[in-house]
């Protein structure tokens, strides 16, 4: 095996310590830490550090608080001043950490640069394609779903085969026995914050009062701010009604929470757009595929009409529940992730 120089994307857990484990042992490693938006940040240096220091590998910090509050914070909060629900891991995932964080490690004089998701990357003739890692429950692959050729050509998963599980046994084996308790939390910059205070603050006027309204436009109540609310949500909308009534819709143009029953959350259709293809082409549209409309979702079968401006219709066998604007509808057939869109209704 050739020795490679491999640019460790730590971050002071688990996954990215066993990486460094596991890749020290036939490359020269060196760990690099993000400096973000993280509330913590001073903390996370010195754990970072510390398991640096015990892993023996070099450590340096790159710089992009900048760039991360320019394409994830604002798309962030301004989607869902738009009334959207964005995921901001696969947006940074896409321009922060395989972006511009692994151009820097890359430009350090790394070959590679290494993470601890759970997810597989396969060579076949000129083409990377991208699978499901082999723990179902940590399967990361929805998150990487933006990716490039160029970026998928650059970097390792080497926990793609192993499960969470084996991963704490690998790490205690070395001596890493402090990390159960410490899972990274799903928005990094939020630290235990509601995401409600986040975007308050953030929010560029206080006039965000609004009707909340039935399917038929009656006013049934009020509401502080699209950003209060979610497709699905039932509970906290202030409102009384013989029957339960859910979100089902937000229109950010009229400043209105649209309330329905249950059986108005579901759609066998939904038109996405900015269209992605992991491999650079479209796959086959006769067939059908599993789609996931967001990261918890199971997936369901569905047939995809694609049209040449980047968007497109994705039609489910049977109705799907509580399709949300601005998340990202995934496309896999069987483990390998072939693209995604963003969900526009």
């Excluded at 994830?72 to 995921?87: A, E, K, Q």
């Excluded at 001596?175 to 939020?190: A, I, P, R, T």
């Excluded at 609310?229 to 009604?241: A, F, P, W």
Aim: proline share 3%; hydrophobic share 35%; aromatic share 8%.
């Amino acid at each position: 095996m050739t020795k490679r120089k491999i640019g460790i994307a730590l971050s002071g857990g688990v996954d990215s310590t066993a990486c460094a484990l596991l890749l020290r042992e036939h490359h020269e490693v060196k760990g690099f830490f993000m400096q973000l938006a993280q509330p913590d940040f001073a903390a996370q240096k010195t754990r970072v550090q510390a398991v640096a220091d015990k892993l023996g590998i070099p450590l340096q910090i790159i710089d992009l608080q900048q760039e991360f509050e320019q394409r994830v914070l604002n798309y962030f909060s301004g989607s869902y001043y738009r009334g959207l629900t964005p995921n901001p891991c696969v947006i940074c995932n896409k321009e922060i950490k395989f972006g511009l964080f692994m151009e820097a490690i890359l430009h350090a004089g790394m070959d590679r640069m290494a993470t601890g998701h759970y997810a597989k990357i396969i060579k076949s003739e000129d083409r990377y394609h991208l699978h499901c890692g082999d723990d179902p429950q940590k399967d990361q692959s929805y998150f990487l779903s933006r990716l490039t050729q160029q970026q998928l050509a650059k970097v390792i998963f080497p926990l793609g085969e192993t499960t969470k599980k084996n991963t704490y046994h690998f790490v205690e084996e070395h001596g890493f026995d402090n990390f159960h308790g410490q899972e990274s939390q799903d928005v990094c910059f939020l630290e235990n914050r509601q995401i409600t205070a986040f975007l308050a603050d953030r929010a560029r006027s206080k006039d965000t009062e609004g009707a909340i309204v039935s399917t038929s436009g009656k006013v049934l109540g009020h509401h502080q701010g699209l950003f209060h609310y979610t497709i699905g949500q039932r509970k906290g909308l202030g409102i009384s009604s013989a029957a339960p009534l859910y979100v089902i819709g937000l229109d950010a143009p009229g400043n209105r929470v649209i309330v329905g029953s249950n059986e108005e959350l579901f759609n066998k259709r939904i038109r996405v757009q900015n269209l992605h293809w992991l491999a650079d082409r479209k796959p086959d549209l006769t067939s059908s595929y599993q789609v996931r409309i967001r990261y918890s979702h199971r997936g369901a079968t569905a047939r995809l009409v694609v049209d040449d401006e980047g968007c497109g219709d994705i039609i489910f066998d049977a109705p799907q529940r509580a399709v949300t604007p601005g998340q990202f509808a995934v496309i896999y057939h069987d483990t390998e992730l072939l693209g995604s869109g963003i969900i526009l209704e």
